[in-house]
């Protein structure tokens, strides 16, 4: 099945920016108890770390989101990267 070609760079696009940011605030949660519990800084060191390295996964979701051949696969990979995160966060028992 073929995506009218508008159509995909409207996906890409929601993907670029919506997505980009739900996978960054979701790598951001997840990051934060990983870093504080293998004692590689403290908390308040750990949430700096962490919003600071959101912003470049923030950046590459979007360069990803316009060099993906298919929206679709886009918007999968972006799902599971979620999913990875938020399962992350839930084991770690901080959500």
Do not use: N
Request: aromatic share 10%; with cysteine; net charge positive.
């Amino acid at each position: 099945m073929a995506i009218k070609p508008q159509l995909d760079v409207s996906l890409r696009l929601i993907a670029a920016v919506v997505g980009g940011y739900l996978v960054a605030v979701a790598f951001s949660f997840a990051c934060v108890p990983l870093l504080v519990l293998s004692h590689a800084c403290g908390e308040q060191e750990a949430v700096m770390v962490s919003s600071m390295l959101s912003y470049l996964l923030y950046f590459a979701v979007i360069i990803v989101s316009f060099c993906r051949k298919s929206s679709v696969l886009l918007w999968r990979d972006l799902a599971l990267i979620m999913f990875v995160c938020a399962m992350l966060t839930y084991m770690l028992g901080t959500g």
